[in-house]
């Protein structure tokens, strides 16, 4: 089945330890990225990634980094975690060409206390 | 400024009545034009795409108009189930380059019965 696959799905840490969420997709998609949700405000893009060892900032990208050594994994650091990264994380990926349908993980629910 | 605004905010409609949801942007170069629904804790899933050369497009019970002059979308649905509620987001595609999707808050429906 073709998917984005998120681990974990709920996480609750403290402020300061250092997590690793990851995101892993089985449909040979270049492109890769990283979102968080937070209510009224919508998706907002950390970070993304065009293909093997290329990523970039998103529009929110503070206190996050990402890597990109397979293509089929792109997994979320925070190295540092503050509480006002609690949201709703989501890892999305799609072909760099053609219609450019994104398709979304399930959604990791992050709090930091 | 690329920006995709959509309204209402949020909807309640009673079980079997139909409603439209909104979608105006300023996104240029324009590519394309998509409507997600967002079942609450779960990752969005496209329901239609639009092109700039379309101007209706169904998929089931839900139909999506673009208006490529006024840049305006709406969805629209028809004879509303429970299973209806969800966010519903509105993503335009900004043509070359990253192709980088500009995301709307979304419409948060409820359909009671």
């Known amino acids: 089945e073709a998917q984005v696959t998120q681990n974990p799905r709920y996480l609750i840490t403290v402020t300061g330890k250092k997590l690793t969420v990851t995101c892993s997709q089985n449909m040979n998609h270049e492109y890769m990225s990283w979102y968080r949700q937070d209510p009224g405000l919508g998706l907002r893009q950390i970070y993304y990634?065009?293909?093997?060892?290329?990523?970039d900032k998103g529009d929110v990208p503070e206190g996050y980094k990402v890597s990109r050594k397979e293509k089929r994994n792109f997994p979320l650091i925070l190295e540092s975690p503050s509480p006002n990264q609690t949201s709703l994380y989501f890892c999305a990926s799609r072909h760099g060409t053609g219609t450019n349908e994104q398709f979304f993980g399930p959604g990791t629910r992050l709090t930091v206390l | 400024k690329n920006q995709v605004e959509q309204s209402p905010q949020s909807l309640i409609i009673l079980e079997g009545k139909n409603c439209t949801l909104q979608c105006n942007y300023t996104v240029s170069p324009f590519s394309n034009l998509r409507w997600y629904k967002q079942d609450t804790g779960r990752g969005p899933v496209s329901l239609t795409i639009?092109?700039?050369?379309?101007n209706t497009k169904s998929n089931g019970r839900y139909t999506a108009t673009l208006d490529a002059d006024t840049k305006q979308s709406s969805l629209h649905i028809t004879a509303s189930q429970l299973s209806d509620s969800a966010s519903y987001i509105c993503v335009v595609r900004v043509r070359g380059g990253y192709n980088k999707l500009i995301f709307g808050a979304g419409t948060r429906l409820a359909v009671h019965p």
């Open positions: 639009m092109t700039f050369s379309e």
């Open positions: 990634s065009m293909n093997v060892e290329v990523t």
